[in-house]
């Protein structure tokens, strides 16, 4: 029942407020409770023997069994499939997305487990760990489940199927007969309560139903007709998940702690809203006819403007999902990390970082907003017209950058032209819509962007932008130039630097951020994957030049580095392995 599964290995199931990672061993060794970034319940990604799990599988004489796994049409519901000799069982995992009159939500995880073929034998066990395994519980049995009490949550387990308790988990080995189900229910008990009564069959399918017609509905309203369809609805689909109801905050992963690279220390907690990250989705999420999520994004956005402290200036590069503003980075030395990859961080210190161009990133998701779906309210651009005159005295101030170095401060090119971009949308927004603006300013100093850029960002000896003003350090993300319409695609200039990342940043159609030696994080150890947004910023930045019989290439040697749902992570490794959190906003926003 144990050991680590690779991460390729992991389908997703949500609710609109949390995810569980389901793998294909029928293993649930991944789910924060009741949201995002809550502490961990299931946490065997994260330590195989501490974090333990949610398994069910074939057990007994059907023991030597193999698996398969696949979504079941335009659903986040995954179906696993478990294949002994001359027989075969179907597991179907979900989270029902669902609130009661007050908006009051049922958190609610379901798994039904059938025989398809002859009887079969199959074993259940719920190890919970609460708090990243750093609490204890006590179990109490009831007569249709079981109740796991911690100091600060609770969860019931109820089922047609009856539990022992071994080493303060549920478990049961059962058989069923073909076309026989078993329901498994875990749900949140509040502070006194029960476990609720075991669903039936009627109604386990009921709400299965529901939820199946959740997503399906949600998915019709994309507009989007072209090639390779598949793939970008489930790109969607990721990036739906992503997404947090009661705010409207978008998260990058669902994950912590997940390894750029095994065992070297890039381990970073990504459950949180960084601004530029949710303003890429935003935009993804809007280029699919996606306008409530959009619109829910812009209100979350607005709120973090209104707490805006005028001493500060700025707003803050993350923040959390209910919008708070502290993020305290915290390991957790109980936990050996993902295939013993420490350490385990909880929290993000970036969150105090400088990083100038998360305005680039808003304005632009801002202006399409306000073009495709709804103009702006007079105080959501009062608050990004001060912005803008904050930014005007401050775009010169070194910053840590898109990568978000932890080794200090310095003039990121890619900070300093997303800084044009901001400034140049707001100009179109206030021209556009006739709206108070400090034009002058702001064109002033978007041309002096413009021009210090041209000369302090590039290398005549390199002939390409680099990373940072005076350094020879390639960057992938000079490849978003033509995108933002910062360059002219077939600009002597883009065309130059765009050839130099293909040698040396690029092989087959994977692209590393930069190189290490030299680079933004030369303060940590180790080396990473390549990481897989660049690479459809690639794909982009050849196309718009012109350079079909590359990008297409490029382009669907990608999707072949998908996993067998069609889910990403930020990076690939040399033997084409996943690595980092998952699945990533960064990647499926970068196909969509």
């Given at each position: 029942?144990?050991?680590?599964?690779?991460?390729?290995?992991?389908?997703?199931?949500?609710?609109?407020?949390?995810?569980?990672?389901?793998?294909?061993?029928?293993?649930?060794?991944?789910?924060?409770?009741?949201?995002?970034?809550?502490?961990?319940?299931?946490?065997?990604?994260?330590?195989?023997?501490?974090?333990?799990?949610?398994?069910?599988?074939?057990?007994?004489?059907?023991?030597?069994?193999?698996?398969?796994?696949?979504?079941?049409?335009?659903?986040?519901?995954?179906?696993?499939?478990?294949?002994?000799?001359?027989?075969?069982?179907?597991?179907?995992?979900?989270?029902?997305?669902?609130?009661?009159?007050?908006?009051?939500?049922?958190?609610?995880?379901?798994?039904?487990?059938?025989?398809?073929?002859?009887?079969?034998?199959?074993?259940?066990?719920?190890?919970?760990?609460?708090?990243?395994?750093?609490?204890?519980?006590?179990?109490?049995?009831?007569?249709?489940?079981?109740?796991?009490?911690?100091?600060?949550?609770?969860?019931?387990?109820?089922?047609?199927?009856?539990?022992?308790?071994?080493?303060?988990?549920?478990?049961?080995?059962?058989?069923?007969?073909?076309?026989?189900?078993?329901?498994?229910?875990?749900?949140?008990?509040?502070?006194?309560?029960?476990?609720?009564?075991?669903?039936?069959?009627?109604?386990?399918?009921?709400?299965?139903?529901?939820?199946?017609?959740?997503?399906?509905?949600?998915?019709?309203?994309?507009?989007?007709?072209?090639?390779?369809?598949?793939?970008?609805?489930?790109?969607?689909?990721?990036?739906?998940?992503?997404?947090?109801?009661?705010?409207?905050?978008?998260?990058t992963a669902p994950t912590t702690s997940l390894p750029k690279a095994i065992?070297?220390?890039?381990?970073?907690?990504?459950?949180?809203?960084?601004?530029?990250?949710?303003?890429?989705?935003?935009?993804?999420?809007?280029?699919?006819?996606?306008?409530?999520?959009?619109?829910?994004?812009?209100q979350w956005v607005e709120e973090r403007c209104r707490e805006l402290d005028?001493?500060?200036?700025?707003?803050?590069?993350?923040?959390?999902?209910?919008?708070?503003?502290?993020?305290?980075?915290?390991?957790?030395?109980?936990?050996?990390?993902?295939?013993?990859?420490?350490?385990?961080?909880?929290?993000?210190?970036?969150?105090?970082?400088?990083?100038?161009?998360?305005?680039?990133?808003?304005?632009?998701?801002?202006?399409?907003?306000?073009?495709?779906?709804?103009?702006?309210?007079?105080?959501?651009?009062?608050?990004?017209?001060?912005?803008?005159?904050?930014?005007?005295?401050?775009?010169?101030?070194?910053?840590?950058?898109?990568?978000?170095?932890?080794?200090?401060?310095?003039?990121?090119?890619?900070?300093?032209?997303?800084?044009?971009?901001?400034?140049?949308?707001?100009?179109?927004?206030?021209?556009?819509?006739?709206?108070?603006?400090?034009?002058?300013?702001?064109?002033?100093?978007?041309?002096?962007?413009?021009?210090?850029?041209?000369?302090?960002?590039?290398?005549?000896?390199?002939?390409?932008?680099?990373?940072?003003?005076?350094?020879?350090?390639?960057?992938?993300?000079?490849?978003?130039?033509?995108?933002?319409?910062?360059?002219?695609?077939?600009?002597?200039?883009?065309?130059?630097?765009?050839?130099?990342?293909?040698?040396?940043?690029?092989?087959?159609?994977?692209?590393?951020?930069?190189?290490?030696?030299?680079?933004?994080?030369?303060?940590?150890?180790?080396?990473?994957?390549?990481?897989?947004?660049?690479?459809?910023?690639?794909?982009?930045?050849?196309?718009?030049?012109?350079?079909?019989?590359?990008?297409?290439?490029?382009?669907?040697?990608?999707?072949?580095?998908?996993?067998?749902?069609?889910?990403?992570?930020?990076?690939?490794?040399?033997?084409?392995?996943?690595?980092?959190?998952?699945?990533?906003?960064?990647t499926h926003l970068g196909l969509v």
């Open positions: 029942m144990g050991g680590y599964q690779t991460i390729e290995n992991y389908g997703v199931i949500e609710d609109c407020h949390t995810v569980a990672l389901v793998g294909l061993n029928g293993s649930i060794d991944w789910l924060c409770f009741p949201k995002f970034d809550a502490p961990s319940v299931f946490g065997a990604i994260l330590d195989e023997h501490k974090g333990r799990r949610f398994q069910i599988s074939l057990a007994g004489d059907d023991a030597n069994w193999t698996s398969k796994q696949m979504y079941l049409p335009d659903t986040n519901i995954p179906l696993t499939r478990f294949f002994s000799p001359d027989g075969l069982a179907e597991l179907v995992d979900f989270m029902p997305v669902e609130s009661d009159s007050q908006h009051t939500w049922n958190h609610r995880l379901v798994r039904r487990v059938t025989s398809i073929k002859r009887e079969l034998h199959f074993r259940m066990a719920c190890q919970p760990a609460f708090n990243y395994a750093r609490d204890d519980h006590q179990v109490e049995p009831h007569s249709h489940g079981t109740i796991f009490r911690s100091k600060e949550l609770s969860l019931g387990l109820s089922s047609n199927q009856n539990f022992e308790i071994q080493d303060k988990a549920a478990v049961c080995e059962f058989t069923l007969k073909p076309h026989e189900t078993a329901t498994f229910m875990l749900h949140r008990v509040e502070q006194g309560g029960q476990v609720q009564e075991a669903l039936n069959e009627d109604a386990a399918e009921r709400v299965f139903q529901n939820t199946l017609k959740f997503w399906r509905a949600w998915l019709s309203h994309s507009t989007y007709q072209g090639r390779w369809r598949e793939y970008v609805n489930r790109s969607a689909l990721v990036l739906k998940l992503l997404t947090y109801a009661p705010t409207g905050a978008i998260v065992g070297q220390g890039r381990n970073w907690d990504y459950r949180y809203t960084w601004i530029r990250d949710a303003s890429f989705t935003c935009y993804a999420l809007l280029s699919l006819g996606s306008q409530e999520e959009a619109g829910r994004f812009m005028p001493k500060r200036g700025g707003l803050q590069i993350m923040y959390g999902i209910d919008g708070r503003h502290e993020l305290k980075e915290e390991i957790l030395d109980n936990l050996a990390g993902y295939k013993g990859s420490r350490p385990v961080r909880i929290g993000n210190a970036a969150y105090q970082q400088l990083q100038l161009d998360i305005y680039g990133e808003l304005m632009d998701a801002i202006y399409l907003y306000n073009k495709y779906a709804e103009p702006l309210s007079y105080n959501m651009w009062s608050y990004l017209a001060e912005l803008m005159d904050w930014l005007c005295q401050n775009w010169q101030r070194p910053d840590n950058g898109l990568w978000e170095a932890r080794s200090g401060k310095q003039a990121y090119v890619y900070s300093r032209f997303m800084i044009w971009v901001a400034l140049d949308r707001a100009i179109r927004i206030a021209r556009n819509r006739g709206l108070p603006a400090n034009l002058d300013q702001w064109r002033q100093t978007r041309d002096e962007i413009y021009q210090e850029v041209m000369t302090k960002g590039w290398s005549k000896e390199l002939n390409a932008f680099v990373q940072t003003y005076g350094s020879e350090v390639l960057d992938a993300s000079s490849l978003l130039m033509p995108i933002v319409k910062f360059m002219g695609p077939t600009d002597p200039r883009m065309t130059s630097t765009m050839d130099n990342i293909l040698k040396k940043l690029t092989y087959g159609s994977l692209v590393y951020r930069y190189r290490q030696r030299g680079g933004a994080n030369d303060v940590l150890k180790g080396q990473e994957g390549t990481f897989s947004l660049c690479s459809f910023w690639l794909v982009d930045a050849l196309t718009l030049a012109g350079r079909l019989d590359e990008d297409r290439p490029k382009m669907e040697k990608m999707f072949s580095y998908a996993n067998h749902l069609g889910l990403f992570a930020e990076e690939i490794g040399t033997s084409g392995e996943m690595l980092g959190n998952y699945p990533q906003a960064f």
